[in-house]
């Protein structure tokens, strides 16, 4: 398909395990974006990638979480030793080299029980 | 702090009237706004979008005001149809419509009724 792809949809996790969320963006948009939103909340920014950069990862709420990006395409965002307070939806955008309209995936709804 | 702010959580408005939701944001270094729209299950889709250095951008039914001076901004939807029912997200950023990460308030869930 054209548009941004995550997987899975849904992951249930037990508290303590780790977890891997993936995120195919637009073919030849060279910005990835990882957001999530919780419960009654707006989005939240979590890591970005632009190109060959480093990533920016100021909205990384901890370091059991991180990203990565590989051949400036796929990325993977890891959560280690889930926590109930990372349960969220985890969304990834991506946006071509000019402008800043970014396009969604649906989602990975994530359930730490 | 929440410096993207959407204070009505949810908004019902008749079919064919004017729907109207407002955000305000705190940061006067945000210079580009974007309304996304999102259906439950599926991701935000892009509706509009507006630069600092206008005060009004219009595409169909959708019309976004920008009123810097009150850090103010709202989208005007005529006539609302009952499609245009979902959550809508005002989002900010710092980067002049280049890419950049976006600060979003939390939504206004607007239901249109037949």
């Known amino acids: 398909g054209a548009g941004v792809s995550q997987s899975p949809s849904n992951k249930v996790t037990e508290k303590g395990k780790d977890v891997e969320l993936r995120c195919d963006p637009i073919?030849?948009?060279?910005?990835l974006y990882w957001y999530r939103q919780s419960l009654g909340q707006g989005l939240e920014f979590l890591i970005y990638f632009q190109g060959n950069s480093a990533p920016d990862k100021s909205g990384l709420p901890s370091d059991r979480f991180s990203a990565e990006r590989t051949g400036g395409s796929v990325s993977t965002l890891t959560i280690q030793r889930t926590q109930q307070e990372d349960s969220a939806v985890y969304l990834c955008?991506?946006?071509?080299?000019?402008?800043?309209?970014?396009?969604f995936g649906a989602g990975t709804r994530l359930s730490v029980l | 702090d929440q410096q993207v702010k959407q204070n009505s959580p949810s908004l019902s408005v008749q079919e064919g009237r004017i729907s109207i939701l407002n955000c305000d944001y705190t940061?006067?270094?945000?210079?580009?706004f974007l309304w996304y729209k999102k259906y439950p299950a599926e991701g935000p889709t892009f509706l509009i979008s507006?630069?600092?250095?206008?005060d009004k951008n219009e595409d169909g039914r959708f019309t976004v005001f920008l009123n810097k001076s009150a850090k103010h901004l709202s989208l005007h939807i005529v006539p609302s149809q009952p499609g245009d029912s979902a959550v809508y997200f005002c989002a900010a950023s710092y980067y002049g419509g280049s890419q950049g990460n976006l600060i979003f308030g939390k939504g206004t869930k607007l239901s249109v009724k037949p």
């Open positions: 940061n006067s270094m945000f210079d580009y």
């Open positions: 073919s030849g948009h060279t910005a």
């Open positions: 507006i630069s600092s250095i206008k």
């Open positions: 955008a991506s946006s071509p080299a000019k402008g800043n309209i970014q396009y």
